[in-house]
């Protein structure tokens, strides 16, 4: 259904931009005309967020400035402390249009603002756009945001979905979310054929205190050099001082005296020093 004729009125109140096309020089009175109109198409609900996205359209295809940002600010506004119902009925709202015939730009918008607003509730909307290429990391993006074991799932079972930089932003963002589930994947990772999909399972790894992988981020950091050997040896060091931390003080220690025995080379002196200082307090 095409947007209603009062929902365009109203979208039409919206001042125009400035001349950057751009909101973010505003005066009192244009921010009070913003607020009205937002305030007014609240009212409407999921039907008025349908038609608003209704309104959107790819850059190519004309103007979508006042729609756009007026998502944006209904987002916000549905964020606020205390709109745990409203937000989630917006987010649900624009979880729903995820599925439409939609310019990818579109798409990647209204994920954005599930990002903003998001909560459990559209966790499995935003799983089925990790698959898709241009959309991946811009969902994976909101998952993380959201957090929690609903968006753990979904970025979890897309893993084995997933490819190139996709993949990347999956693993990085389950490294952030720091999810036990996914610590045999980080460490089958530590083989990948990309440099920085080691790197990031490196550092998710570390973020785990996982133990068991301890031995296999010691062979990944001595297997390679370079950028990528220097980035493996730092999630080594905090995978150590991690163990240490959580009291597995010998799978810690093991860490350290590797980079004692080997890095010798002057350029990782740090490393060493690091290494033995860590041993010595240990003790």
């Known amino acids: 259904m095409p947007p209603s004729q009062e929902l365009k009125a109203l979208v039409s109140q919206i001042p125009d ?6 909101y973010v020089n505003l005066d009192e009175a244009k921010i009070a005309a913003i607020d009205k109109t937002v305030a007014e198409l609240r009212k409407g609900g999921p039907a008025a967020v349908a038609g608003l996205i209704d309104l959107l359209v790819d850059q190519a295809a004309g103007d979508d400035t006042k729609p756009h940002y007026t998502l944006y600010l209904w987002a916000v506004r549905a964020s606020a402390p205390g709109e745990d119902q409203a937000r989630a009925e917006f987010a649900s709202a624009v979880a729903a249009q995820l599925a439409a015939d ?20 559209v966790a499995e909307a935003l799983g089925k756009a990790l698959p898709e290429a241009d959309l991946c990391d811009t969902a994976a993006r909101a998952l993380a945001a959201i957090g929690g074991e609903a968006a753990a799932g979904q970025l979890l079972a897309a893993l084995p979905k997933v490819q190139g930089r996709s ?4 693993l990085k963002k389950l490294a952030l979310l720091r999810v036990p589930a996914a610590g045999e994947a980080f460490q089958a990772a530590l083989a990948d054929g990309d440099a920085d999909v080691r790197i990031a399972a490196a550092w998710g790894i570390a973020r785990l205190a996982a133990a068991s992988a301890a031995q296999a981020m010691l062979q990944a950091a001595d297997a390679h050099e370079g950028w990528e050997r220097i980035n493996i040896t730092d999630a080594c060091m905090a995978l150590a001082e991690a163990l240490q931390a959580a009291g597995k ?3 810690a220690a093991g860490i350290w005296r590797h980079m004692v025995q080997r890095r010798s080379e002057p350029s990782t002196l740090h490393i060493r020093q690091a290494a033995e200082r860590a041993l010595a307090a240990a003790k």
């Open 167 to 170: 993949r990347l932003s999956v």
């Open 102 to 121: 939609r310019p990818k730009a579109v798409r990647r918008y209204l994920i954005e603002q599930l990002q903003v607003a998001g909560g459990k509730e």
């Open 249 to 251: 003080k010998d799978a």
């Open 17 to 22: 931009p400035d001349k950057n096309g751009t």
